[in-house]
């Protein structure tokens, strides 16, 4: 069983943001974040779940997610974005990460629990420590999911 901690944050919201992930196997640890130019804490959630399962090497691997984000824990444990995913995402955010939620999802067996953040978990506080690092980064990367979507938004009210 692969133990995963995850977590993004964003510093406005929207704004630059970043994510950290942990990822723990044994006597082995593996540790990866990124930022973003412009993004939303929701989105770097979700992300850093997404990245966690693409990093697992093997298809059918057992992993447990720990993460403080109710969004993303509850809307899987919840079945919520499979509902959505049924109504074709009509209406909801951050379609395109859940997408890829959803496609690599499936290709293990993952479980969700969800953590207080900020308290006194050891490796929730070194995910958020990497996420928000990622953020204040010099070199952040752009999140097409986000930005393109708020120019297609815009360009409708012109």
Known sequence: MIKIYT?????????PGGFGVVMLYGALRKE???GFRL???NRME???VIVSLEALK????????YSDSKYVVDSVEKKWVFGWEKKHFKDKKNEDLWKR???VYRKHEVKFVWVKGHASNIENNRCDELAVE???GGHL????GYEDEKKKENAKLL
């Open 101 to 103: 939620f959803l496609q």
């Open 134 to 136: 990622a953020a204040m």
């Open 7 to 15: 977590d993004g944050a964003s510093r406005g919201n929207p704004g």
């Open 141 to 144: 990367k752009i999140d097409h």
């Open 39 to 41: 993004t939303t804490n």
């Open 46 to 48: 979700l992300l850093s």
């Open 32 to 34: 990866i974040s990124e």
């Open 58 to 65: 093997k298809e059918g691997t057992a992993a447990t997610i």
